[in-house]
């Protein structure tokens, strides 16, 4: 038979189909309870559109629909099996994982931010990675502790 009547994949469906692996931080997987949750929803979430991407009758528009999920699948599922949970601060003498903790800047913005795992950090909604330069200067500083961060001096306020 003739190449001319073969259907063959296109390199461009080629790569749509292998996408790269997200990539995975070097640093521990902390998580709060909250994280762990959005986690593991985030991974079902992932893969209900992989099984629903299944009903697709062209191979290779399925291939195109399973890719993103089935690689946001690997990567959730690694994640959720690399958790180190760890419960909220019973004190807040100092700043920890999982605390809320509000600081004025040198240049005058007071900010508040909970300090949370790298995959539930949104800094648009409270909360930033412990892996950040902001949360790895203020871990284990108490209220009224002046810190370097970013060129700024940030006091910290309080702790919740």
């Known amino acids: 038979m003739s190449v001319a009547f ?4 296109s390199s461009e ?4 189909t ?3 692996d997200r990539p995975i931080s070097d640093h521990p997987n902390l998580v709060t309870q909250s994280g762990l949750r959005q986690l593991e929803a985030q991974l079902a979430e992932a893969r209900a559109a992989y099984e629903a991407a299944q009903a697709i009758d062209d191979v290779n528009e399925k291939r195109r629909q399973q890719a993103g999920p089935l690689r946001d699948a690997r990567y959730f599922a690694e994640r959720v099996h690399s958790a180190e ?3 909220d601060p019973v004190t807040h003498d100092t700043v920890a994982f999982g605390a809320t903790v509000a600081y004025s ?19 648009k909604q409270g909360s930033i990675s412990f892996a ?7 871990m ?7 810190v370097e961060a970013g060129g700024h001096e940030l006091e910290i306020l309080s702790i919740a």
């Open 105 to 123: 800047r040198d240049d005058g913005p007071r900010q508040t931010y909970r300090i949370v795992g790298e995959d539930e950090a949104d800094p």
């Open 18 to 20: 292998l996408l790269p």
């Open 132 to 138: 950040s330069p902001v949360a790895r200067a203020l």
């Open 6 to 9: 073969t259907k063959e994949e």
């Open 140 to 146: 284990g500083k108490a209220v009224g502790d002046v």
């Open 85 to 87: 949970l760890i419960p």
């Open 13 to 16: 469906t080629a790569a749509e």
